[in-house]
C-alpha cells in the first residue's frame, strides 16, 4: 500500500518530485450555488465500455474502460475528466461489483491492479473487481510539479528556516505556482470529496445500484466520505488499514514519523542476526549507521536510475516503502547493500516507484481531460497528488508567523518521534501554506452516517494508520462501523493475514459480518 504522506521534505527541490509536494492549490469541494441542483443527468447515463488494455505486459484477463465526469460538479459545462478504469471479470455467477481504492493518496489504480490483481481472485465468484485511476493521478489528468528544470534553491534544510524566514516562505509560494502550471485545470478540483462523487458515476457506469467497495489506507477515507455523501448508495463497504478524518496534517505526520521509527528499528533487528546485513551485526550501532547514511546522502546525493540525484530522503522515502511488510524486509536488505557498497540505487529506488520504473510525461501544452498515455504519466505523479489531495481536504491553514513561531517545537517533536523520519514528515507543517483553505466537509460532516454496517480493519502494528485510528474513526461514523482488530503487523491487513483477508471476503460476498471488536491474531494465519 501506498504512504499517505508526503515523499520529500528538503526545500532545496521544492517545485519538484516530494518536495514539490508542499504546495497545492484546490478546495476539494465544489462551489455551493443558489439555484437549482446541476444536472448530473448525462454523467450518470454512460456505461463503461470495456475493451483489452493497451500496453504490453499486462494480465491478458484485465480489461480496460474509462468514464467521463465533470471537472467542476457545480457547473458541469465547464469542462469534462476521463478517468482510467480497470477490472477483473466475474468468472461465476455475476452479483455486481466490488470497487477497489489501493490508497495514497495518489496512488494509480490500474498499474496496481495489473501487478497485485490475483490478490482479489476468491471476489470474482461473484462479483467484477473495478478498480481506477482518480482526478489527478496516473492517467486521470495528472497533476505534477514540473521535470526538475524550474527547482527553487533554498539554502537551508527546510527545518530551521535560515535567518531569512520570509524569503523562504516566498520560494513555497513560487513552488505553489509551478505546481498549478504544470498541472492545469483539474489541480483546483483534486480532493476526496470530489474523487467520493465520481465514484456514485461509477457506481452507475457499471450498473450497481449500490456500491460495494474495498478501501486500503488513504481509500478508508475516500470510502467515509462517499458513506457520508451518498447514504442511500452504500452497499457493502470494508475499510482496512482505517485513516483519521479528523487530525491535522501536522498530527499525521507525528504518527506516521513514530510508526515508522518503530517498524525500522523491528527491521534493523531482524537484518543484524544476517552475516549479510550492511549495517553490522550491532543493533545499536546500525540503528546510528542509518540515521549517517541519509545525512551523507543529503549531503552528497548519488546519481538515481533516472538521471536525477538520489538524495538521503529519497532514501527514506523508499525505506518508507518496504517497511510496511515484513516480507519485503529480504528485498530490502539486499537493496541497501547495493546501494551501501555499489552506490547502485536500482533496487531501492524500486520500493518508492511500487516496484515499476516511474512513467515520465513530456511537456505537450495544457491537459485537455482525456486519458494520457501510461508512458506520459509524469515521474513525480504520486507526491505531487498526494500533496494536492491532503490539502484540498485539510482546512487548516497556518500563516506564515505561525509557521516560523511554531516550527522550532515542531522540529523537536518530529525528531523525537523519529531521527530518519522525522525531518521527512516535518513538511506537513509547510506543504499547504498560502494555499486555499481545504474543505471542511470532512472534519465536520463525516460522522453519524446512515448506512449499512461497514467493516472497518485496524492492525495493531500498522506503521502508517496506527490502530486508534481505527477506533477513533468507528466512534466518529457511528453504529454503522464494525472493527475487526487485527493483531499483528505491517500497513493494512488483507494482504498479509489469511485471517482478515477470509472475512473481509465473506462480508463481502455474503454479508457476513464478523461480531464487533473481534480480532485476527498470527494463530489465525496457521488455518489452512
Excluded at 231 to 257: C, H, N, S
Amino acid at each position: 500500500m501506498l504512504a499517505k504522506l508526503s515523499t520529500r521534505p528538503k526545500l532545496r527541490r521544492c517545485a519538484v518530485t516530494g518536495a514539490a509536494g508542499l504546495v497545492l492549490l484546490g478546495t476539494g469541494l465544489p462551489a455551493a450555488t443558489d439555484g437549482p441542483e446541476p444536472d448530473l443527468t448525462r454523467f450518470y447515463e454512460q456505461k463503461v465500455a470495456w475493451a483489452k488494455c493497451p500496453g504490453e505486459g499486462l494480465p491478458k484477463d484485465m480489461q480496460c474502460g474509462k468514464i467521463t465526469v465533470p471537472l467542476d460538479y457545480a457547473h458541469p459545462k465547464a469542462g469534462t475528466l476521463d478517468l482510467a478504469l480497470a477490472r477483473y471479470r466475474a468468472t461465476g455467477e455475476k452479483r455486481g461489483s466490488v470497487l477497489v481504492n489501493f490508497g495514497g493518496p495518489g496512488g494509480a489504480g490500474v498499474p496496481q491492479f495489473a501487478a497485485g490483481g490475483k490478490e482479489f481472485m476468491e471476489l470474482t465468484d461473484n462479483y467484477d473487481i473495478v478498480t481506477f485511476d482518480p482526478r489527478g493521478v496516473g492517467r486521470s489528468s495528472p497533476v505534477s510539479c514540473g521535470d526538475g528544470q524550474e527547482d527553487i534553491e533554498v539554502e537551508d534544510d527546510g527545518t530551521e528556516l535560515g535567518g531569512d524566514p520570509q524569503h523562504v516562505l516566498r520560494q513555497l509560494e513560487k513552488a505553489a505556482d509551478t505546481c498549478a502550471r504544470h498541472s492545469g485545470p483539474v489541480l483546483p478540483h483534486i480532493g476526496t470529496v470530489n474523487a467520493s462523487r465520481d465514484m456514485d458515476v461509477m457506481r452507475e457506469a457499471v450498473g450497481d445500484e449500490k456500491l460495494n467497495y474495498l478501501g486500503f489506507s488513504y481509500g478508508t477515507r475516500l470510502g467515509a466520505v462517499y458513506a457520508a455523501q451518498f447514504p442511500e448508495k452504500v452497499g457493502r463497504l470494508a475499510l482496512d488499514g482505517v485513516d483519521t478524518l479528523t487530525e491535522p496534517l501536522t498530527e499525521q505526520g507525528l504518527a506516521g514519523a513514530r510508526g515508522q521509527q518503530k517498524a525500522l528499528d523491528e527491521f534493523v533487528n531482524w537484518c543484524v542476526k544476517d552475516i549479510a546485513c550492511p549495517f553490522g551485526q550491532d543493533a545499536r550501532e546500525a540503528r546510528k549507521m542509518v540515521v549517517r547514511l541519509v545525512d551523507s546522502l543529503d549531503e552528497n546525493p548519488v546519481p538515481s536510475a533516472f538521471g536525477e540525484p538520489f538524495t538521503g530522503q529519497d532514501l527514506v522515502g523508499a525505506i518508507g516503502q518496504a517497511l510496511y511488510s515484513e516480507e519485503l524486509w529480504p528485498s530490502l536488505e539486499r537493496a541497501l547493500a547495493s546501494l551501501i557498497e555499489d552506490g547502485d540505487t536500482h533496487a531501492i529506488e524500486t520500493f518508492a516507484t511500487g516496484g515499476a520504473a516511474p512513467w515520465r510525461r513530456e511537456e505537450t501544452g495544457e491537459p485537455d481531460g482525456g486519458l494520457v498515455d501510461a508512458e506520459d504519466v509524469p515521474l513525480d505523479n504520486l507526491p505531487a497528488a498526494l500533496t494536492a489531495i491532503n490539502c484540498a481536504d485539510d482546512p487548516d491553514r497556518p500563516n506564515g508567523e505561525q509557521i516560523v513561531g511554531n516550527l522550532d517545537r515542531l522540529r523537536a517533536a518530529y525528531e523525537q518521534a523519529s531521527p530518519v523520519f522525522g525531518p521527512y514528515r516535518l513538511t506537513e507543517v509547510l506543504m499547504c501554506y498560502g494555499r486555499p483553505r481545504g474543505t471542511d466537509f470532512i472534519r465536520d460532516d463525516v460522522k453519524d452516517v446512515d448506512t449499512p454496517k461497514m467493516l472497518l480493519v485496524g492492525t495493531r502494528g500498522d506503521p502508517a494508520t496506527p490502530y486508534r485510528w481505527t477506533v477513533e474513526t468507528a466512534k466518529r461514523l457511528g453504529s454503522s462501523a464494525v472493527v475487526l482488530d487485527n493483531k499483528g503487523s505491517g500497513h493494512t491487513g488483507y494482504a498479509s493475514s489469511k485471517c482478515v483477508h477470509r472475512k473481509v471476503d465473506t462480508f463481502l460476498l455474503y454479508g457476513t459480518l464478523p461480531a464487533d471488536g473481534s480480532s485476527c491474531g498470527p494463530e489465525d494465519d496457521r488455518e489452512s
